[in-house]
């Protein structure tokens, strides 16, 4: 049975040369061993073990390859004794860290039942963090001449954009009153389940993050996230002063844009009767142009703002080709067209090449060995080092390299506080008004500048761009997501850049950003609007109905890990050539990059029929959410081990689905998990955060520096006295 559908496999293995081996055998060992010691990296992703068994693991291969950078992708950390032998299908790693229960903003208060989602999180996450972990030794390599081993548990790799900063209150799941006619009841119809959620969807979302129809039918998505964007966008509605009139905001119509106080509407704090009335002004407004052109002319107003589009409508947006986001490969006899490259760096020559996606060529032994031996840097490195290090800690791989972080909100931030983990000295540089934290966003405010010193100027002041000046000239990084216009306005390009530094590497992380520019890279854009756009509100809804699919899940955390990569691509380019290039990322590559296996169009054909919206369990009955007596669990295994979960499960070999889901409802989770685990098919109770936190260990640390190795699979650090004047608790970021 093939490991993935060929288009899949294709795309996954694009660019790659490929070698069978048999690593049961004594001659498929061999053989391994033979290129692990020719080779720069190894990858793989075993259960915990395996590879030791198999003779093949870093501490039985580092003699004869000093210079080797190891990386293991297992689910579960090998430190987690009880849960690393499990089968880590994507689902069970979905169900253990919560993404079951936290793709929306409501559905697990209002006691929902999870939803199911093909979207590979855990992998992407755990790929992406492995990258740059690889990069992070690379770099490291080049100084202490040795070689190290890297862990990415994927489970925990998933965790952390789900968790987030936990302060104690809001682990509370009581219900407020005004939704608690929309809770969840066993006896609703499916109709009933949908009416509740779209009234709980509504409910929910201030009026600054909802979506309106247009004259044309479809609907449209904003970020209203200031008061001067809100300005702007009622301005270009031509609703403003009727706002004034009716009371909607306490002011007079002859403020400026900046003076007014649009965006202190309060949402919640207004009366079913006047929010119904808000968005009938906002509808009656919208129907006098078509989503499209109301996106037109919004983002050219600039308001964040986003068509809802369906995935194929995505994939055959034009400007997206032409920037290289999508380009297409060859694939047998189809073509394919598929995501572009996720980052980019330029070359010493300041032109990138093309993005070349190329069928997988397969290889027999030999030429494998001759293309490793022929790409082999190591031997060629100052080993003097070698013998005085003897082992590198995480914080230690980026030491001695310099980030300026002009980056804000979500996507800019994490990329710096990546590198900070890496032990790279960060400073991020903030405009003294530029209201770069948002109250109530304690997770950028706390989170994402761990590790980070920090400095607040006036860029646009004589004294503040001296001093700017002479950060990027003590910088080796400079990283930010301020567009092109912008950027050339506050001398941030990176031309700009290398006038005061030389070899100075910048990366900037857009919305829309491809490869080339000459496409939607001047358009603002948010997590939230991305979704809208690629298609992913509506596959977790419908265009009708859309819904969230995990908050900054999908777009703003992987763009920003992904910047961090592209960051280190730059600086080790720098390293070896001396040329600091231009480094790119953006959420909408990220968005991409999530969707990985389903973003790809045969011949015209993008549906690959994945489960979607809000009533998916699972795409068979292998691969499965199921209700127990006491909870839900996630059952994954082969197609052909289904007569053995039923054979379990029923005592019949008969593959009957409604037959098992009865079967499983009869009993507690634990009854389930230890019988499916003795014949080695992979489940896991589905956790919510609250579980997860209250299961974790706890570690209380101080407000001082330290340094210190997380043990298990999610840990969590505690502050009693946190400077914020709140008791906090957060996932270690020990996804690395």
């Keep these: 049975e093939p490991e993935l559908p060929s288009q899949q496999y294709c795309l996954l293995n694009r660019n790659k040369k490929l070698l069978t081996l048999d690593l049961k055998t004594c001659e498929g060992k061999t053989q391994a061993l033979s290129l692990i010691r020719k080779a720069d990296v190894v990858i793989e992703n075993f259960r915990?073990?395996?590879?030791?068994?198999?003779?093949?693991?870093?501490?039985?291969?580092?003699?004869n390859n000093p210079g080797l950078i190891y990386l293991s992708l297992p689910g579960f950390a090998s430190t987690d004794k009880k849960r690393a032998p499990i089968q880590a299908w994507e689902g069970v790693l979905a169900a253990a860290t919560g993404i079951f229960n936290h793709l929306?903003?409501?559905?697990?208060?209002?006691?929902?039942p999870p939803l199911y989602t093909s979207i590979p999180l855990c992998s992407a996450y755990g790929s992406i963090h492995g990258s740059v972990a690889i990069m992070a030794a690379l770099i490291a390599r080049e100084t202490y001449g040795v070689g190290t081993c890297i862990e990415v548990p994927l489970a925990t790799g998933g965790i952390a954009p789900f968790a987030s900063i936990i302060i104690p209150a809001s682990l509370d799941e009581t219900v407020a009153e005004d939704l608690k006619p929309l809770l969840y009841q066993p006896g609703d119809s499916l109709e009933r389940q949908q009416e509740k959620l779209e009234e709980a969807r509504l409910a929910t979302l201030p009026f600054g993050y909802t979506d309106y129809l247009c004259g044309d039918g479809r609907r449209i998505y904003f970020s209203l996230l200031s008061q001067i964007v809100v300005g702007r966008f009622t301005k270009v509605l031509g609703?403003?002063?009727?706002?004034?009139?009716?009371?909607?905001?306490?002011?007079?119509?002859?403020?400026?844009?900046?003076?007014?106080?649009?965006?202190?509407?309060?949402?919640?704090?207004?009366n079913d009767e006047r929010k119904q009335r808000f968005r009938e002004l906002v509808t009656q407004a919208l129907k006098s142009k078509g989503a499209e052109e109301w996106e037109t002319v919004l983002q050219k107003a600039n308001v964040p703002t986003a068509m809802l589009r369906t995935r194929e409508e995505w994939q055959a947006l034009e400007p997206l080709h032409k920037t290289g986001i999508?380009?297409?490969?060859?694939?047998?006899?189809?073509?394919?067209?598929?995501?572009?490259?996720?980052?980019?760096?330029?070359?010493?020559?300041?032109?990138?090449?093309?993005?070349?996606?190329?069928?997988?060529?397969?290889?027999?032994?030999?030429?494998?060995?001759a293309?490793?031996?022929?790409?082999?840097?190591?031997?060629?490195l100052n080993t003097d080092n070698q013998g005085s290090v003897t082992a590198l800690k995480k914080g230690e791989l980026l030491r001695g390299v310099k980030v300026l972080d002009l980056g804000n909100i979500l996507a800019g931030p994490i990329a710096g506080h990546i590198l900070a983990e890496y032990g790279a000295e960060v400073i991020k540089a903030d405009s003294s008004g530029s209201g770069a934290y948002y109250p109530g966003l304690i997770y950028s405010t706390i989170e994402l500048n761990q590790g980070k010193r920090s400095i607040l100027t006036d860029a646009k002041a004589v004294q503040g761009k001296a001093i700017m000046e002479r950060l990027v000239s003590w910088a080796d990084v400079v990283t930010h997501n301020i567009l092109d216009d912008s950027a050339e306005r506050l001398g941030v390009t990176h031309s700009q850049l290398q006038a005061i530094n030389k070899d100075i590497v910048s990366l900037q992380a857009s919305a829309y950003g491809g490869t080339y520019r000459g496409g939607w890279e001047e358009r603002t854009g948010f997590d939230d609007l991305l979704q809208a756009a690629c298609g992913l509100k509506a596959r977790?809804?419908?265009?009708?109905?859309?819904?969230?699919?995990?908050?900054?899940?999908?777009?703003?955390?992987?763009?920003?890990?992904?910047?961090?990569?592209?960051?280190?691509?730059?600086?080790?380019?720098?390293?070896?050539?001396?040329?600091?290039?231009?480094?790119?990322?953006?959420?909408a590559r990220a968005m991409n990059y999530s969707q990985l296996p389903w973003m790809i169009e045969e011949n015209g054909n993008s549906e690959w029929?994945?489960?979607?919206?809000?009533?998916?369990?699972?795409?068979?009955?292998?691969?499965?959410?199921?209700?127990?007596?006491?909870?839900?669990?996630?059952?994954?295994?082969?197609?052909?081990?289904?007569?053995l979960l039923a054979e379990t499960v029923t005592g019949s070999k008969e593959t009957d689905e409604e037959a098992l889901v009865a079967a499983f409802s009869e009993q507690d989770s634990d009854v389930w998990l230890q019988k499916l685990h003795s014949v080695d098919i992979g489940c896991h109770p589905v956790m919510s955060r609250k579980a997860i936190f209250e299961q974790a260990e706890k570690k209380s640390v101080a407000n001082e520096a330290g340094y210190d190795v997380a043990q298990g699979t999610h840990e969590f650090l505690q502050w009693q006295n946190h400077a914020s004047g709140l008791q906090i608790s957060m996932p270690a970021p020990d996804h690395v």
């Design 48 to 63: 915990p073990g395996v590879m030791k068994r198999l003779g093949l693991d870093y501490a039985s291969v580092k003699a």
């Design 104 to 112: 929306s903003l409501f559905r697990h208060s209002l006691k929902y």
């Design 609 to 643: 029929h994945e489960p979607r919206g809000q009533f998916a369990v699972g795409p068979q009955l292998g691969q499965r959410l199921y209700a127990c007596r006491d909870g839900w669990i996630f059952v994954g295994t082969t197609k052909n081990r289904t007569q």
């Design 326 to 369: 999508f380009t297409q490969m060859a694939a047998g006899e189809s073509t394919l067209t598929v995501p572009g490259r996720l980052v980019d760096v330029s070359g010493p020559e300041d032109i990138l090449k093309s993005v070349v996606s190329a069928e997988p060529k397969t290889l027999n032994f030999d030429q494998a060995q």
């Design 371 to 380: 293309v490793l031996q022929q790409g082999n840097a190591w031997s060629g």
């Design 540 to 587: 977790s809804g419908s265009l009708d109905s859309p819904h969230w699919h995990g908050h900054v899940a999908s777009g703003d955390v992987p763009c920003g890990i992904s910047a961090a990569f592209a960051s280190l691509l730059g600086v080790y380019q720098q390293r070896k050539t001396g040329y600091g290039g231009e480094c790119r990322a953006s959420l």
């Design 239 to 270: 609703i403003e002063k009727q706002l004034y009139r009716e009371g909607f905001v306490i002011a007079s119509e002859w403020l400026t844009d900046v003076d007014n106080n649009l965006g202190a509407l309060q949402w919640s704090s207004l």
